[in-house]
């Protein structure tokens, strides 16, 4: 039976990636952009991660960098990691070698200080997983038969691989479109995007990479500010890709709106809204997120995975989600 999805449970289109940056406010950017060796699939995926923490002032000076950190790796065709290093350099960093699933965990349970700390540095290695798993979509504009892989999906082993992952999220929930339970699977819905240096900031975003082959990159903007004894976060979450005529095409895109009590770290009040996803059933996943009112932010990357489970989720918000833990470190940052 096919999903009754509520009324107003729908994409809106794409967010301004790079809004004004506000007085006494920190931003959080980060991108992961993956490339291939001769723009082959069948080649090792380069992957270059960038984050950066940004305060800004209330006066007219320069706003001051944090911190800023680099990730450079390199995965299989089968998405494992072969090679992997960090700016700054991170002790260990072998264990993380030989691994695709797990990858999570082997984070924290080898870099219990770092976790703890939440730096950039975290942030671009928890998004390995994701960002190499989403990578194929960059394929999409570059099929050289003319035809995305988005528009092949009544192969039955498409269609078989799909079924597989029933229920794992709103999007695969049972009768899904997604799944072709009730005839061909939908295509992807996808749009295309600016660029995200939009305007005239040179600092909104760190510095970032650019190419003309195809490419995919996740990326994430956190702004935290205070207003009386609440931190206030607008948070943006993007996977997309190039194409061949130099559009970038989203497939994923979140933002947040939430509130925190300052002296306890509770959230307060927190809203995910749906700027583009692939199918008609993925937006109904931002109906659960009420039940993150009352937690702890600093535990939301445990917690949004254990409140928002299976269907009740949505992998990509979940991923937007779990990197809010990481507020209180970023608010330790404005002035008290």
Same mark, same amino acid.
């Given at each position: 039976?096919?999903?009754?999805?509520?009324?107003?449970?729908?994409?809106?289109?794409?967010?301004?990636?790079?809004?004004?940056?506000?007085?006494?406010?920190?931003?959080? =950017?980060? @991108?992961? +952009?993956? #490339?291939?060796?001769?723009?082959?699939? $069948? !080649?090792?995926?380069?992957?270059? /991660?960038?984050? *950066?923490?940004?305060? =800004?002032? @209330?006066? +007219?000076? #320069?706003?001051?960098?944090?911190?800023? $950190? !680099?990730?450079?790796?390199?995965? /299989?065709?089968? *998405?494992?990691?072969?090679?992997?290093?960090?700016?700054?350099?991170?002790?260990?960093?072998?264990?993380?070698?030989?691994?695709?699933?797990?990858?999570?965990?082997?984070?924290?349970?080898?870099?219990?200080?770092?976790?703890?700390?939440?730096?950039?540095?975290?942030?671009?290695?928890?998004?390995?997983?994701?960002?190499?798993?989403?990578?194929?979509?960059?394929?999409?504009?570059?099929?050289?038969?003319?035809?995305?892989?988005?528009?092949?999906?009544?192969?039955?082993?498409?269609?078989?691989?799909?079924?597989?992952?029933?229920?794992?999220?709103?999007?695969?929930?049972?009768?899904?479109?997604?799944?072709?339970?009730?005839?061909?699977?939908?295509?992807?819905?996808?749009?295309?995007?600016?660029?995200?240096?939009?305007?005239?900031?040179?600092?909104?975003?760190?510095?970032?990479?650019?190419?003309?082959?195809?490419?995919?990159?996740?990326?994430?903007?956190?702004?935290?500010?205070?207003?009386?004894?609440?931190?206030?976060?607008?948070?943006?979450?993007?996977?997309?890709?190039?194409?061949?005529?130099?559009?970038?095409?989203?497939?994923?895109?979140?933002?947040?709106?939430?509130?925190?009590?300052?002296?306890?770290?509770?959230?307060?009040?927190?809203?995910?809204?749906?700027?583009?996803?692939?199918?008609?059933?993925?937006?109904?996943?931002?109906?659960?997120?009420?039940?993150?009112?009352?937690?702890?932010?600093?535990?939301?990357?445990?917690?949004?995975?254990?409140?928002?489970?299976?269907?009740?989720?949505?992998?990509?918000?979940?991923?937007?989600?779990?990197?809010?833990?990481?507020?209180?470190?970023?608010?330790?940052?404005?002035?008290?």
């Amino acid at each position: 039976m096919a999903v009754v999805v509520p009324p107003g449970i729908q994409p809106i289109g794409p967010a301004i990636a790079s809004p004004a940056r506000r007085a006494e406010s920190v931003r959080r =950017t980060s @991108t992961i +952009d993956a #490339t291939w060796e001769r723009d082959s699939r $069948d !080649t090792p995926m380069h992957l270059l /991660g960038r984050s *950066r923490d940004l305060f =800004t002032p @209330t006066d +007219d000076s #320069t706003p001051i960098v944090v911190r800023e $950190d !680099t990730m450079r790796a390199v995965a /299989g065709p089968d *998405r494992v990691l072969t090679e992997i290093s960090t700016t700054p350099k991170l002790d260990n960093l072998e264990v993380l070698i030989g691994l695709k699933g797990g990858l999570r965990a082997k984070i924290v349970a080898n870099f219990p200080d770092l976790v703890q700390e939440g730096p950039p540095l975290y942030l671009l290695l928890d998004d390995i997983s994701g960002a190499t798993l989403v990578s194929g979509f960059a394929f999409t504009h570059w099929d050289p038969a003319g035809v995305g892989i988005f528009d092949k999906e009544i192969d039955p082993a498409l269609k078989s691989r799909k079924l597989s992952m029933l229920n794992i999220c709103a999007g695969f929930q049972e009768g899904s479109s997604a799944l072709g339970v009730d005839g061909p699977p939908a295509k992807h819905s996808i749009q295309p995007v600016a660029n995200l240096p939009i305007g005239e900031d040179s600092l909104a975003w760190h510095e970032l990479f650019e190419t003309q082959k195809v490419s995919a990159r996740r990326a994430r903007r956190i702004d935290v500010w205070r207003e009386g004894n609440e931190w206030v976060i607008d948070a943006f979450f993007q996977d997309s890709g190039t194409s061949p005529s130099g559009q970038r095409i989203a497939v994923h895109e979140y933002t947040i709106a939430a509130r925190v009590d300052s002296s306890t770290g509770i959230v307060t009040a927190i809203k995910a809204i749906p700027q583009v996803l692939p199918f008609q059933e993925c937006p109904m996943a931002i109906i659960a997120v009420s039940r993150l009112v009352g937690q702890q932010i600093r535990e939301f990357r445990t917690l949004v995975n254990e409140l928002l489970p299976g269907s009740d989720g949505c992998t990509h918000m979940n991923d937007t989600l779990r990197a809010l833990a990481e507020v209180p470190v970023i608010a330790a940052q404005l002035p008290k």
